[in-house]
Antibody, heavy 122, light 111 residues
Framework: EVQLVETGGGLIQPGGSLRLSCAAS????????MSWVRQAPGKGLEWVSV???????YYADSVKGRFTISRDNSKNTLYLQMNSLRAEDTAVYYC????????????????WGQGTMVTVSS | QSALTQPASVSGSPGQSITISCTGT?????????VSWYQQHPGKAPKLMIY???NRPSGVSNRFSGSKSGNTASLTISGLQAEDEADYYC???????????FGGGTKLTVL
């Protein structure tokens, strides 16, 4: 079965760090465009970061310099390292696959994880 | 403020058709055929309904269709059903950023 399972969310104090993991099954992470998308409570979707199959990475301005996306091919897992966390980073974080458009900057996220909640609060 | 503008809410009765608009600029919706639409039920992950303006992924009902005119993309749902009640988000490629942009979302209520 093709699926994504996120782990690593939780309650963290402002300024702290957290690493989210997204384990994939049924397909190969490194062959696809993989992204993190977040949704603050009661708000809309925000594309946070992407890692393309060739290894290029991009970030939203709101997280640039603080978040790092990466993947471990041996574990078929996607990661999001989040540092210097702020209250405004509070959100459900989804990992998502785009295997359809394969066009950098476009998105057609056909597989999503269930999401993991990150709460930044003192 | 979202880069793409969607109505906050739309409603319709079972069996009717509704259309949700998504307005951008020539730098995103109007300039490229990379508009996607997602459906999200409460507490659930989004689901891809339309990609590249008008293409449906396998398994998505043909009651869902997408189109574009100028800087505005549209999602039309025909034969409205109770299970269609959800939030809908559009997204587009943009030349202004390395990442695409989302609309603010539209809540569809089936009366």
């Amino acid at each position: 079965e093709v699926q994504l399972v996120e782990t690593g969310g939780g309650l963290i104090q402002p300024g702290g760090s957290l690493r989210l993991s997204c384990a994939a099954s049924g397909f190969t992470v490194s062959s696809n465009y993989m992204s993190w998308v977040r949704q603050a409570p009661g708000k809309g979707l925000e594309w946070v970061s992407v890692i393309y199959s060739g290894g290029s990475t991009y970030y939203a301005d709101s997280v640039k310099g603080r978040f790092t996306i990466s993947r471990d091919n041996s574990k078929n897992t996607l990661y999001l390292q989040m540092n210097s966390l702020r209250a405004e980073d509070t959100a459900v974080y989804y990992c998502a696959r785009d295997s359809i458009t394969m066009v950098q900057g476009a998105n057609a996220f056909d597989i999503w994880g269930q999401g993991t909640m990150v709460t930044v609060s003192s | 403020q979202s880069a793409l503008t969607q109505p906050a809410s739309v409603s319709g009765s079972p069996g009717q058709s509704i259309t949700i608009s998504c307005t951008g600029t020539s730098s995103d919706v109007g300039g490229y055929n990379y508009v996607s639409w997602y459906q999200q039920h409460p507490g659930k992950a989004p689901k891809l309904m339309i990609y590249e303006v008008s293409n449906r992924p396998s398994g998505v009902s043909n009651r869902f269709s997408g189109s574009k005119s100028g800087n505005t993309a549209s999602l039309t749902i025909s034969g409205l059903q109770a299970e269609d009640e959800a939030d809908y988000y559009c997204s587009s490629y943009t030349s202004s950023s390395t990442l695409g942009v989302f609309g603010g979302g539209t809540k569809l209520t089936v009366l």
